[in-house]
């Protein structure tokens, strides 16, 4: 393959369907840096119909990086609720404080430089310093992995060290240096809107003519994966503790799924089969300050499962009203109000059993 002649064939090309397919978004087309990284930070692991919401909200509450460095941290958890992946939050709001003490709120300006944010990779590096001071940098995501896949016709599996170590090298032949942010967004709506990971749209394609994948009919399996993903299973089980309109609650801090966002008393078995009353027989001390209670009712839920990238949790909620009014949990348990579990961030499962409760 002529790998010249054939760039030159999908620049032009892909330039033109870009000047006639208008994907309009709130952040596409700004230079300001802070914006550009808030909706690249939000578009890590989410799709743009779900991120757009939460890049308007925060952008409302966070107008700029020093605002975003000062907003206490369980109202950044609430204003990222429902997102996932809070570790995203917790590692922008740590790169908004660096920039606002250390660089006085001017976010950098090289792509060396803005790769040492936290939270950052070589992808999003490279859209801030496209998109922002369209520097020559060229982005690499699910969506271009596939576009270059199926139009070069590579068979090298993408989440491979060599096929990562190809696709950046032909990612970077292909960008076109004297228009970085116009090809990378470009190529990246073309990815989302033209050739889709299911069903794209070949017959209305104008890279048609030299598709390597639909030439030689191997649309449907480009681009290639080797990793088999194997997720792991756990079972939790939360307490909603009642006592009159009261509950309490906790803020996560392990090292774990979740990290600052807050839960019911959690008691993670080896099944999803135990019964609750003896799961707290047998771990109601990590719970329990140490008096006796006695419960009117259990109500238990059905399971909810809950799908993360590693792993698939399991989950029952157990409400237990209580009749013994001197009962009290052990000290990382807040409690609270019925009426102000609105008020906190808690991860989206929890969230869901709430709101199909009525509780929120």
């Known amino acids: 393959m002529n790998l010249t002649k054939e760039t030159e064939f999908f ?15 709130p952040w596409k087309g700004v230079r300001d840096p802070y914006r550009i990284w808030l909706s690249e930070i939000i578009l890590q692991q989410t799709r743009v119909e779900q991120g757009r919401a939460f890049y308007e909200r925060i952008l409302v509450a966070c107008p700029d990086v020093f605002a975003l460095a000062a907003l206490p941290e ?79 016709g590579i068979e090298t599996p993408i989440d491979s060290p060599a096929g990562k170590t190809q696709f950046s090298k032909l990612a970077a032949a292909t960008l076109i240096h ?32 030299k598709c390597a994948a639909f030439t030689g009919k191997k649309v449907g399996l480009l681009p290639v994966k080797g ?45 999803n089969g135990e019964s609750p009353g003896d ?10 300050a140490g008096a006796d209670y006695e419960t009117a009712e259990i109500r238990s839920s059905e399971i909810y499962t809950w799908q993360l990238t590693h792993r698939t949790i399991e989950v029952r909620f157990h409400e237990l009203l209580f009749v013994n009014s001197s009962l009290e949990l052990a000290d990382d348990f807040t409690q609270i109000k019925l009426t102000e579990l609105k008020n906190y961030a808690f991860p989206r499962v929890i969230d869901r059993y709430l709101r199909e409760k009525n509780y929120l």
């Not at 620049?11 to 978004?25: E, G, S």
């Not at 992946?85 to 250390?102: C, D, G, M, P, V």
């Not at 088999?228 to 756990?234: D, M, P, Q, T």
């Open 178 to 209: 004297s228009a970085p942010a116009k090809y990378n967004q470009a190529i990246m709506d073309f990815g989302a809107l033209q050739c889709t990971p299911r069903k794209p749209d070949c017959p209305t394609c104008p890279m048609q003519q």
């Open 74 to 152: 369980d109202e950044l958890m609430k204003l990222w609720e429902g997102l996932g992946y809070y570790s995203r939050a917790r590692n922008l709001q740590s790169a908004a404080k660096f920039i606002a003490t250390h660089l006085n709120g001017k976010f950098p300006e090289k792509f060396e430089e803005i790769l040492q944010l936290k939270g950052v990779g070589e992808y999003t590096a490279s859209a801030i310093a496209s998109f922002a001071y369209d520097l020559p940098y060229a982005v690499l995501d699910g969506n271009v992995y596939r576009v270059l896949s199926r139009f070069f």
């Open 279 to 288: 799961l707290l027989l047998q771990h109601g001390e990590k719970i329990f």
């Open 227 to 271: 990793k088999k993903l194997v997720k792991s299973r756990r079972f939790f089980h939360y307490f909603i503790f009642r006592k009159a309109e009261n509950t309490w609650i906790r803020k996560r801090e392990e090292k774990d799924i979740w990290k600052h966002l807050y839960e019911f008393p959690l008691i993670e078995s080896v099944t």
């Open 11 to 25: 620049q032009k090309n892909l330039l033109a369907w870009a000047a006639t397919t208008p994907r309009p978004m």
